[in-house]
């Protein structure tokens, strides 16, 4: 009966000390990342607006080869939608508003987890097109603590996909 009291005691303590520890961190998360693709701003806007050349830069559907795809809604810009089903679950991104070559924005849905935002802002410069990709959302008061770490989780991802689209990009015929 000892035993059982020291488990219980001690249960309690670490939920009270975990409750208090996702009570000062933010829910708020916001990952960002930029890169300059030496094409116009029309292009890279292009490949960003039409979901279906996704797979063959984001980095997501290379880490999972068993995704099936559906796409619906317009082929490019605003209400455009890619959903999927693999590993990990179902998930969905679907463009949200669009100012021509200027933003993108995106609501991405993975099962059972709030929605996440993406923006992407592009800007051209002498060298081509300066481009701001940036996911925030937030997240359910049990789950805070997981946004301490999720620079260093999807960071890597969105630079390795900036990356990708950077290639695809510049490997383009010009127009």
């Not at 669009?98 to 059972?112: A, K, M, Q, R, W």
Request: aromatic letters at 16%; glycine letters at 6%.
């Amino acid at each position: 009966m000892n035993a059982l009291k020291q488990i219980l005691k001690w249960t309690l303590i670490c939920l009270l000390a975990f409750c208090t520890f996702n009570l000062f961190i933010s829910a708020n998360y916001k990952i960002q990342r930029t890169i300059t693709i030496n094409v116009p701003a029309y292009v890279v806007f292009e490949e960003v607006t039409d979901l279906q050349t996704w797979p063959t830069w984001a980095t997501w559907w290379q880490k999972d080869t068993t995704i099936t795809i559906e796409y619906t809604g317009a082929r490019y810009g605003v209400n455009s939608k890619i959903s999927w089903t693999g590993i990990d679950g179902f998930g969905s991104l679907k463009i949200t508003a669009v100012s021509f070559t200027d933003s993108v924005n995106t609501e991405l849905n993975f099962e059972g987890m709030p929605p996440v935002y993406g923006i992407w802002n592009f800007k051209e410069t002498d060298e081509g097109t300066y481009i701001t990709w940036r996911m925030k959302g937030e997240m359910p008061f049990f789950m805070r603590f997981m946004t301490m770490f999720f620079n260093d989780m999807l960071g890597p991802d969105i630079e390795a996909g900036l990356q990708a689209l950077k290639a695809k990009c510049e490997s383009m015929p010009s127009r």
